[in-house]
């Protein structure tokens, strides 16, 4: 196992992002922080938001905007956010992780600066407070010092904009800029957990997983027009962050996670 740790004598570090489809569903959750709990070595997690933040602004009469599917982050949701995904569902996960004996600690990307941010420019539309990460660079030493430490981060989709503002922010692309911020000081393996076995040559079948997937044969399937569109973001991130330094991206099942972390992985495989 050791071996399977450490490659060209760099340890391995597995950067792992759940979407809110997992957060929403209790037993589904509870199952995937069973096997993360397992992930040997070092790890961090990135979650999403899910449809909590929508439920409780129902209950506090704070109405839920969207444009192209993408949150508009006014004033008033941009404090319900940061309650909901910094603080309920953030400390919800690190309380179950302590439970099953993994000592995880629960930020934002504003602790210890880690992930600073700028706020998205009005052209079209007017996404109010929501952050664009810098692609290279995050200022992760603190994040460092944390794993020396054995500690797991787990990561809010929150970031800063050094003006003492909380930036709503994707976390495909947070999970992005961390794998490639630490990919100078080890063996990344970046995998995006969702509620598919992989990418899908045909949205309408499960079992039409592509294993593999280069940027000759991204372009080919963007030409044939064989891809779901809500996937086109994963697959991009996962190139910026295989153009920056990370090795390798995985994006599966979140029931296939143990798996993934093996040499042997299922689900989508993308690498240069």
């Given at each position: 196992m050791q071996d399977a740790q450490k490659q060209a004598g760099r340890e391995r570090l597995f950067v792992i992002k759940i979407g809110g489809n997992v957060i929403d569903a209790e037993q589904n959750l509870a199952a995937f922080l069973d096997d993360f709990a397992k992930v040997e070595g070092k790890k961090?997690?990135?979650?999403?938001?899910?449809?909590?933040?929508?439920?409780?602004?129902?209950?506090?009469?704070?109405?839920?905007?969207?444009?192209?599917?993408?949150?508009?982050?006014?004033?008033?949701?941009i404090d319900l956010v940061t309650?909901?995904?910094?603080?309920?569902?953030?400390?919800?996960?690190?309380?179950?992780?302590?439970?099953?004996?993994?000592?995880?600690?629960?930020?934002?990307?504003?602790?210890?600066?880690?992930?600073?941010?700028?706020?998205?420019?009005?052209?079209?539309?007017?996404?109010?407070?929501?952050?664009?990460?810098?692609?290279?660079?995050?200022?992760?030493?603190?994040?460092?010092?944390?794993?020396?430490?054995?500690?797991?981060?787990?990561?809010?989709?929150?970031?800063?904009?050094?003006?003492g503002h909380i930036l709503n922010t994707n976390a495909d692309t947070i999970a992005s800029s961390i794998a490639t911020a630490l990919s100078n000081s080890y063996d990344v393996r970046l995998i995006y957990c969702f509620e598919k076995k992989g990418v899908l040559e045909d949205v309408n079948d499960d079992n039409s997983v592509i294993t593999l997937i280069t940027k000759d044969k991204y372009r080919a399937l963007l030409a044939e027009d064989k891809l779901f569109a809500g996937i086109l973001p994963k697959i991009d991130n996962a190139f910026a962050a295989i153009d920056t330094g990370v090795k390798e991206v995985l994006i599966g099942d979140a029931k296939d996670l143990l798996q993934n972390t093996q040499s042997q992985t299922t689900g989508t495989l993308i690498t240069n």
């Open positions: 961090i997690l990135i979650h999403g938001g899910g449809k909590i933040a929508t439920k409780i602004g129902e209950q506090l009469g704070i109405e839920s905007k969207y444009v192209n599917g993408r949150r508009i982050t006014d004033s008033d949701t309650m909901v995904y910094g603080g309920l569902v953030n400390k919800k996960v690190v309380a179950q992780l302590q439970s099953r004996g993994c000592n995880a600690i629960g930020l934002t990307g504003a602790d210890g600066n880690m992930i600073p941010a700028t706020r998205r420019p009005v052209k079209d539309i007017d996404y109010g407070w929501v952050g664009d990460v810098q692609a290279t660079g995050l200022p992760l030493d603190t994040c460092r010092i944390l794993l020396a430490h054995s500690l797991v981060p787990v990561f809010a989709p929150l970031t800063h904009d050094g003006q």
